[in-house]
């Protein structure tokens, strides 16, 4: 049984296999369903080698790292245990998410990828890893297989991308040095000290993914062949970069890649680099221009189209914020537009706003985006380590954020719930929080357009 399970197979009692989604060398991955919480699951189910100890190790510590890992860019665990109905056959398994979407090398298969989508999914990535590396973990399989793409079921414009198969990831030293060395990983995907069988630590997630995102780019692996010949290839030559790849993409994939790990970014940087290529790349397509400067100046007049920015407290967006507040059992929300260097409540509920200050933190952020920015624990989240909103007196540890944006495609401010505890943030909340912030931008159109009709009379 461990080699494979047949469909309708109750493991446990509980997990009811319906079909094989995913196939490695030490496990096998299946869709399933949990009988007592009626949910879809990903199983991973391990193959069994008797007397192996070295890869009960494997399976004990990717139990315990994913056990302390909470992040939107890594796949969650939700049980482990072991099915002992058949004696001579016993299995462990894992029992996760089940990520809906294709993972990175089935679509890769089809041809290389927009800039913007891969900078959306290796925002993701690099956020993820920064989350490990913070905690003291190396993945050291950072590659296409291993990264899943979420299908939101909405038809999502803003692709996003989980982190999976920590199998061969490995825990530092209690000073974060390397403890262990080896050759661990996938042949086409290792850094150049992996392929030397030299100690890897967190910079060489930073050089996987430096290939991966490469590959997503140009629809090539950077280093084929047999798997020997592909390892030893990277400690003797570069990556070839394409010219015709974006300036800011060739610097920042020539630092990720280079053999020296000291010289690489660390993934947070990646991770800030790619969020300010979002950012400009979404002003490219909403102005035609390629100076950031220029699409603000845009943005902000929309801003003072609208008539927003020093006025009196507003009574219908009290309502809205009001009403907010109460259907996610918050105790702050805000209605914000942020001007070029700080952020104006129009509304705002909660005894703590005060606290929060005129900083833009957050919302800022947020309508660089172009969907909802969450944040479901903020202490622990790399992108708001530094927040005023985190580190200062407000103490927030959530935030959930969507843009106020016009019809012509500019985000004035943001619609924002917070909390003092972390939380979870579902899809059908999102969609709660954006019909909100329609409400608003709706009673905004309303009153430009009986503006203009009055001036015209």
Known sequence: MAGSIRSGYLLSGRYRVEELIGLGAQSSVYRAVDELLRRDVAVKVFRQHHGNLE???RQEAEVRILAGMSHPALVTLFDAGADLSDPQEPCSYLVMELVRGPDLRRRGASGPMSAARIAHIGHDLADGLAYIHH??????DVKPANVLLVEDGNGGHRPRAKLSDFGVAMLLGEGHEVIDSGSSGTPHYLSPEQAAGEPAGPASDVYSLGLVLLEGLTGEIA???APIQSALARLLRDPHIPADIAPKWVELLTFMLSRDPAARPAAREVSLSLRQEIATSSGRRRTGSPDPAQDEEARMRAVHRYRILDTLPDGTFDRVVAVAARMFAVPVAIVSIVDHDRIWFKARYGTDVEQIGRDPGLCASAILQDEAWVVESAATDPRTLANPLVAGEAGMQFYAGVPLRTPDGYNLGTLCVLDHKPREFTVHDTETLENLAAIVM????????TRRS????
Do not use: F, K, T
């Open 55 to 57: 890869q009960v190790r």
């Open 135 to 140: 905690h003291g973990i190396v993945h050291r």
């Open 223 to 225: 280093y084929p062949g």
């Open 442 to 449: 709706n009673d905004l159109e309303l009153r430009l357009q």
């Open 454 to 457: 009055l001036s015209r009379d």
